[in-house]
């Protein structure tokens, strides 16, 4: 029943780092293989939008509005 999406606010980057180290995506951030779930862009902090929490997954999502617009839609799903 754990279907529900958390949205993490990225208030501060430096959290965003320890929050990154905290679910050993780190690495992956700074060598760009983090990806846009939905444009495939890699996620960086200049683009950096949110990041879901799906089960066990993170799911990570750029700033575009597109992207954005459809992060809406998934949260509304009930995805
Ligand atoms: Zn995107």
């Given at each position: 029943?754990?279907?529900?999406?958390?949205?993490?606010?990225?208030l501060h980057y430096s959290d965003l780092e320890q929050f990154l180290k905290n679910i050993k995506k780190y690495n992956d951030f700074k060598?760009?293989?983090?990806?846009?779930?939905?444009?495939?862009?890699?996620?960086?902090?200049?683009?950096?939008?949110?990041?879901?929490?799906?089960?066990?997954?993170?799911?990570?999502?750029?700033?575009?509005?597109?992207?954005?617009?459809?992060?809406?839609?998934?949260?509304?799903?009930?995805?």
């Open positions: 029943m754990e279907s529900r999406i958390k949205t993490l606010d990225l060598e760009g293989k983090i990806l846009c779930k939905f444009c495939n862009e890699p996620i960086t902090l200049d683009n950096i939008c949110a990041i879901l929490l799906r089960k066990d997954d993170f799911i990570f999502l750029c700033n575009k509005e597109s992207c954005y617009t459809n992060y809406l839609q998934i949260q509304s799903e009930n995805w």
